[in-house]
């Protein structure tokens, strides 16, 4: 059959979608064409934790196309944000050398990778000679490759014997992670995205699901148009687009939802909704402190928490918190999603507790469609950074710092001395920019991230930057990230599908990037990067005896062997092969682990185990529930400044922009930073929309046009934070949850007027 | 001109009646009905500074629920013209 390029494109366009409405492969035919065969190389999505996957075309060494893997969980379907990746992985605008600066302050000039390498070794090495291994530091990020975290993680805390290791995931999953562990003992989602084609309802909460997860958003709103019945409970002080496809949006004034989900939990025992048949079983109540309580004792700690009394703290009608409560609890299967208004929160972690405490006491929990499911804002916070132990106070695999039996399994496992890793574990991220503001961090090695653009208070980080006896090497790959502003070194590494790794998503999917194209030149890959680190700042060769990424893949996943998270049965092959595997996984003949604590879907509760589920992370075996007290923001409204301000998402744009921001399409559609209003407080206050309005809290004001609208609840306003000439970041302060140490950019005090 | 994969979401009730209307249509390459009822795939093509303006206009038709995009090359594009066109910028509102 003879058929014209352009037929075949059409061709594959139809494929494609066809693939993805009935998750069948692409035709074999497709395959045979011989009129200039495309190769297709597959991979996952650069940007958000959904972690869909995606075929990257690719003709005489160019990518040209991409599409929607059919076979990984997204059956083909991409965002635009996703299908637009090629733009960007075509720009011109990129670091295409190593560069320094010769003098602080002065301009960044190329140098050569040999410089680049010996100034980097020779500063970190300096350094720890002068002040100690406390004074260096690395800042990682969940859109590192998983093999480039445990390495990163590794070098510091092994070789360099330093804890102070953290990212950005900090920022963001952090609180998901402490709502996780001390509920169930254990982090990441005990579910999957399958949950969503089996619940039949859906409590969403904190999250604005069709713009920050729009691939998980459609499937929601299709399990809702396919089955009669389906109910969507949406829980965000904004209506924003997701709100528009519920069946009850509850607009709770900001901070007040842990006020809400306790006048639900109290709705479903008052009523006798509760299951006591499960949490008779497999549930430990804890009063706030940890100690043993029982189930009247939480009815009383509840008594606080009636109806009439939180409505008038979430400011909601009550009858819509006994109509939330009723949906959740007597739906046949209940899923609770959440991401940042959750999490970036000074009492995130007490806020992660009582989502799962609703699941707890309605049995809503352990089977298809019932599931607390935290999304997941990057596309590797949860494989590179959580799992691979890349925080401060974490080691791989679930391990702690703090647990000397930890230290002393990683010791063994890497080969290592006794003691050799430091008891004391490092700074988290804001203390971290502190101690680099106060001069004891020295050196500062940054990789794939922003923080000049994306932590809280953002003067005082940039007057920390500034440190005249700092020295800050960053690896990044575009140069229009304001972090290189404050750079003293600057690394240039392979982008995306210019090399191989891991990947791990949200739904504890590993999905393998293979390499696709070349890096420009001057380009390396991130893994080669820190091995010649390492060995030139004097870490034990033996500690990075990697080749290459596959080499660091290879240890990884034997360190995961016998821990809660074994990966072992996710070698190189397979993971090419399959689009992506969910662990546990613990041998190659496995198939990977749908439901975690469940015996007979969960490997690692003993098959012969007496009970049907097993939270094996905690010591009795039982989920714990948690009476977590309402507690308000850092920082409420007052009379100087009136108004809540929180930060927020824009479809078009993820996180800095410095990869939207290239796509023409995207760019245009969002170009720059605007303020939310609502369109009484507007009218109130004189604002029209478009009008350029002053936003001012107690650290800084921008100049921001209005956007009027009935989005936000009364008495909040809105910013979203990609737009690196309006750093609303500077507007927020740096409160972090004293337990999982996120900061609160989701509320604080605000005043706003026209300009 | 960029060719995009679409998928294209109906009330099952007012299927048939998308369904003639994108057959018609001058950027719909071609359309075909799924297995699905309420599901139909077909081949958008527009130029690329357009093609936003592409989804939007089908996804404001009556009886479309949405519009997903499951593939989308440039590489006529890229390969003509070296570089692929910007969309007209235009200030998005929202009803007061």
Redesign the interface.
């Known amino acids: 059959m003879e058929c014209s390029r352009?037929d075949f494109?059409?061709y594959?366009?139809?494929?494609?979608?066809?693939?993805?409405?009935?998750g069948a492969p692409l035709p074999a035919s497709a395959a045979r064409q011989d009129d200039k065969p495309d190769t297709w190389v597959k991979g996952v999505c650069r940007y958000c934790g959904t972690g869909c996957g995606v075929l990257v075309?690719v003709?005489n060494g160019k990518a040209?196309?991409?599409?929607?893997d059919p076979d990984n969980h997204n059956k083909?379907?991409?965002?635009?944000k996703g299908?637009?990746l090629?733009?960007v992985l075509?720009s011109p605008d990129r670091v295409t050398s190593p560069m320094a600066r010769k003098t602080k302050g002065g301009p960044l000039e190329p140098i050569g990778w040999d410089e680049a390498l010996d100034l980097l070794a020779k500063k970190f090495r300096t350094a720890i000679d002068t002040h100690g291994p406390k004074s260096v530091a690395y800042y990682g990020s969940g859109q590192c490759l998983t093999e480039e975290s445990y390495l990163a993680s590794k070098i510091f805390k092994a070789g360099l014997r330093t804890n102070n290791v953290d990212g950005n995931p900090r920022l963001c999953m952090a609180s998901a992670v402490g709502g996780y562990v001390t509920s169930f003992g254990k982090d990441e989602p005990m579910g999957t995205y399958e949950d969503i084609d089996q619940a039949s309802c859906f409590f969403i909460i904190g999250s604005n699901t069709s713009e920050a997860h729009p691939v998980l958003f459609?499937r929601i709103?299709?399990r809702k148009?396919a089955t009669p019945g389906v109910k969507i409970i949406v829980a965000d002080p904004r209506r924003t687009n997701t709100s528009r496809i519920a069946d009850l949006h509850i607009a709770f004034r900001p901070g007040t939802d842990l006020a809400l989900m306790n006048s639900m939990a109290w709705v479903m025992i008052h009523e006798e909704l509760d299951n006591a048949r499960f949490w008779g079983k497999y549930v430990a109540f804890k009063d706030n402190e940890g100690k043993d309580c029982t189930f009247d004792d939480y009815k009383a700690f509840l008594e606080d928490y009636r109806p009439e009394k939180a409505a008038a703290i979430c400011h909601i009608p009550e009858e819509q918190i006994w109509q939330a409560a009723r949906l959740f609890a007597e739906s046949p299967a209940t899923m609770s999603l959440w991401c940042m208004g959750i999490n970036q929160r000074v009492r995130g972690v007490w806020a992660n507790n009582l989502i799962h405490n609703l699941h707890l006491i309605s049995g809503q929990i352990c089977r298809p469609g019932a599931t607390s499911f935290s999304l997941t804002g990057q596309p590797n916070a949860c494989g590179g950074v959580r799992d691979a132990g890349a925080l401060s106070h974490l080691l791989p695999a679930g391990r702690v710092i703090a647990n000397p039996k930890h230290r002393a399994e990683m010791e063994q496992l890497w080969g290592l001395p006794e003691g050799t890793i430091s008891p004391d574990p490092g700074y988290h991220t804001v203390a971290l920019f502190e101690a680099l503001g106060k001069g004891d961090v020295k050196a500062m090695l940054i990789c794939e991230t922003n923080p000049a653009h994306t932590l809280p208070n953002l003067n005082k980080v940039h007057k920390a930057m500034s440190h005249p006896d700092s020295f800050i090497a960053v690896i990044e790959a575009f140069p229009d990230a304001v972090t290189l502003r404050y750079a003293d070194l600057v690394l240039a590494p392979a982008f995306w599908c210019e090399r191989d790794g891991v990947y791990g998503c949200g739904e504890r999917r590993y999905a393998l990037i293979e390499k696709a194209v070349e890096p420009p030149q001057g380009c390396r890959p991130t893994v080669n990067t820190l091995v010649e680190f390492a060995k030139r700042v004097g870490v034990d060769p033996k500690l990075v005896n990697f080749r290459n990424a596959a080499d660091v893949w290879e240890e990884w996943r034997t360190v995961s062997k016998g821990t809660t998270y074994n990966f072992y049965g996710m070698t190189r092959e397979r993971l090419r092969k399959e689009s992506g595997l969910i662990w546990p996984c613990p041998d190659e003949k496995h198939p990977g682990t749908r439901l975690r604590y469940v015996r007979g879907e969960d490997p690692i509760v003993p098959a012969d185990h007496p009970d049907k589920f097993f939270f094996y992370g905690r010591p009795d075996g039982k989920a714990a529930l948690w009476m977590r007290p309402y507690q308000g923001a850092a920082e409420e409204p007052d009379a100087d400044y009136p108004l809540y301000l929180t930060s927020m998402r824009v479809i078009d744009h993820w996180h800095t922009a410095t990869m939207t921001g290239k796509v023409?399409?995207l760019q245009?559609?969002?170009?720059s930073a605007f303020v939310e209003i609502n369109?009484d407080d507007?009218k109130s206050l004189g604002i029209a929309?478009?009008d350029a309005c002053v936003v001012e809290t107690r650290r800084d004001k921008l100049t921001l046009p209005a956007?009027?609208?009935?989005?936000c609840r009364t008495g909040l306003i809105a910013v979203p934070f990609f737009d690196r000439e309006k750093l609303v970041n500077k507007l927020f302060l740096d409160a972090t949850d004293p337990i999982s140490r996120e900061p609160e950019y989701k509320i604080c005090a605000a005043r706003i007027r026209k300009a | 001109m960029a060719?995009?994969?679409?998928?294209v979401?109906t009330d099952t009730e007012t299927a048939e009646a998308v369904w003639t209307r994108l057959s018609v249509d001058p950027h719909i390459?071609?359309v075909?009905r799924?297995?699905?009822p309420?599901?139909l795939?077909?081949?958008l093509?527009a130029d690329?500074?357009r093609?936003?303006q592409e989804?939007k206009r089908l996804a404001a038709w009556d009886g479309v629920?949405?519009i997903?995009?499951?593939?989308?090359?440039?590489?006529?594009e890229?390969a003509d013209g070296g570089t692929?066109?910007?969309?007209?910028?235009e200030?998005?509102?929202?009803?007061?």
Not at chain 2, 69 to 76: F, G, K, M, N, V
Request: proline fraction near 5%; charged fraction near 25%.
């Open positions: 352009r494109l059409r594959m366009a139809l494929s494609a979608a066809l693939a993805a409405v009935s075309g003709k040209v196309a991409i599409k929607g083909g379907l991409l965002c635009l299908a637009l090629i733009p075509n459609r709103a299709r148009q023409p399409e245009k559609a969002n170009p369109g507007a929309h478009g956007r009027v609208s009935d989005v | 060719i995009a994969g679409i998928l979401q390459a071609e075909h799924a297995e699905v309420g599901r795939v077909a081949v093509e690329s500074d093609m936003e989804f629920l949405s997903d995009l499951a593939y989308l090359t440039y590489e006529d890229l692929i066109k910007c969309p007209p910028w200030r998005k509102h929202r009803s007061a």
